[in-house]
């Protein structure tokens, strides 16, 4: 809604095609995107596990508690967009186990991050950086930590 300008009503209207029913359609979406099916298997820590198990979530889940804490998270849903997006929001809290497609995708998704991180060049006046610390920072003990774009 936030890129939204602008609405207009137009004379014309809408009949839904016969059979669709785009709330039941909708309820097996992750997000928005329904015509993309995906089975996932995850690892979530010990530390993710409860904001997993605390909500329910679209299409079919079920997970397993492990002794240590961690969980595994398997969910049939639609979006595979969305849920690579949701699962890259955890970091290293989520190892996706299942499928090894999208485990590989979300494995060079993190090597173009560390990249992209590793070869900043440093701003006039900046010390350069190795990895995520820099010497100045780990000097006076603070991380350095990439820009969030105002989130």
Request: hydrophobic share 30%; charged share 35%.
């Amino acid at each position: 809604m936030e890129r939204i300008e602008e609405i207009n009503k137009l004379p014309k209207t809408f009949e839904y095609p016969k059979g669709l029913d785009p709330e039941a359609m909708l309820s097996e979406a992750f997000d928005i995107i329904w015509n993309d099916p995906i089975e996932v298997k995850i690892r979530f820590t010990a530390q993710e596990a409860p904001y997993v198990m605390e909500r329910a979530w679209p299409g079919e889940y079920s997970w397993t508690l492990k002794d240590d804490g961690s969980l595994i998270f398997c969910l049939k849903t639609s979006g595979y967009e969305d849920v690579k997006r949701w699962i890259l929001s955890f970091g290293p809290g989520a190892e996706v186990l299942e499928p090894e497609y999208l485990r590989e995708d979300i494995a060079e998704t993190c090597r173009e991050i560390g990249q992209k991180y590793r070869r900043r060049a440093p701003h006039h006046g900046e010390e350069k950086t190795t990895g995520l610390r820099s010497p100045k920072m780990r000097q006076h003990g603070k991380v350095c930590l990439p820009d969030k774009g105002g989130r």
